[in-house]
């Protein structure tokens, strides 16, 4: 199987790449340089003339507060370069898995969300997820949209990685403690992609449409934050800072988050039998890689007590 993947240098798209080639798949990762997804032009090009089988689409504009005073960059990757890609892809005959996200709802409703439930983002970066999931099913029927939620990984920044370095200053360190999601360690999702992936090329599956992927376990930031430290600990690194739960009011920022985006994971496993795979785990996974490589990204200044991005 040979698959694009864009948006390759990005925190699941180097997953992606990892993952794909070690499972023997035949992965192209292309970065912004060599793939801007909101060149629609270029975007036709590169689809069409690859012998590929299947498009995966890693690339977003995922900086959630920047969004709100940078909507039309947001818009134009999100929803335009999403709706490029679809769009290509149908003249192209192929499949796309398109990623998307948890910040498409608006955290109000009190239980799991499912796929059919209404979209009703609070932000600027989730109104532009939306609106490129619409743009997606509406060019391209052969779609998967996988929502997923609270990503974190060895690569890029996140938030296990940014409380790992608050942590190493020793400060008390403020952490919202009323917003309830799934962290969802980015190798696992891209296993995921690649099991969904393999499924539709091989045309054995039930449906295409949108589906739901997040860690097993939901959450609050302040208790996740307490397990990175936990584990870190644990795993021989210094993370003996305090944690001091506060609620979203007290930690003013641009954008608005949902309250509680935690995903029902029903759908993905009735029909591609994709089974929820603790975040815990991902999580002692990645500190162990972080450990042994050691990362010097690990520095980047980002002091922020909630996920920066979506
Ligand atoms: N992070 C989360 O917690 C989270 C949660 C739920 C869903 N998601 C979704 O998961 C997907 C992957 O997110 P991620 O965490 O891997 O984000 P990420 O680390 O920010 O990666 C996104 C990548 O897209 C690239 N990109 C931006 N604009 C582009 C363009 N015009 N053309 C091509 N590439 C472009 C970025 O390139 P540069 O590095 O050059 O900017 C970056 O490498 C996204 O669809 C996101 O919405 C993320």
């Not at 200053?169 to 190798?187: K, L, S, Y």
């Not at 029903?266 to 990645?286: D, K, M, N, S, Y």
């Amino acid at each position: 199987m040979r698959a694009l993947v864009t948006g390759a240098n990005g925190q699941v798209g180097r997953e992606l790449v990892q993952r794909g080639r070690a499972q023997g798949i035949e992965v192209v990762g292309l970065d912004r340089t060599s793939l801007d997804i909101t060149n629609a032009a270029r975007v036709a090009e590169v689809v069409s003339g690859g012998g590929w089988d299947v498009v995966v689409n890693a690339a977003a504009f995922t900086d959630v507060d920047g969004a709100e005073s940078q909507s039309d960059a947001a818009f134009s990757v999100n929803r335009d370069g999403a709706g490029a890609l679809a769009a290509a892809c149908s003249q192209a005959g192929l499949p796309l898995v398109h990623l998307s996200t948890d910040y498409v709802f608006d955290g109000g409703k009190g239980q799991p969300y499912t796929e059919t439930d209404p979209v009703r983002p609070l932000n600027i970066y989730g109104a532009s997820k939306a609106a490129g999931e619409d743009l997606v099913r509406e060019n391209n029927p052969r779609h998967v949209i996988l929502r997923s939620s609270w990503i974190f990984g060895a690569h890029g920044a996140n938030f296990v990685k940014t409380m790992l370095r608050l942590s190493a200053g020793g400060a008390p360190i403020r952490v919202v403690d009323d917003q309830w999601g799934c962290p969802t360690a980015a190798e696992d999702l891209a296993r995921v992609v690649w099991d969904i992936a393999v499924t539709v090329v091989a045309g054995n599956f039930a449906e295409w449409g949108t589906f739901h992927y997040c860690g097993a376990g939901a959450i609050s930031w302040y208790g996740f934050a307490q397990e990175v430290l936990r584990m870190a600990e644990g795993s021989g690194r210094a993370a003996s800072a305090r944690l001091l739960p506060i609620p979203s009011a007290q930690w003013p920022s641009a954008a608005r988050r949902p309250n509680n985006t935690v995903l029902d994971c029903t759908r993905i496993a009735e029909c591609f039998a994709v089974e929820q795979e603790p975040w815990v785990e991902g999580l002692r996974e990645v500190l162990l890689a972080m450990a042994v490589e050691n990362r010097a990204e690990d520095s980047s200044p980002q002091p922020l007590p909630q996920e920066t991005r979506g």
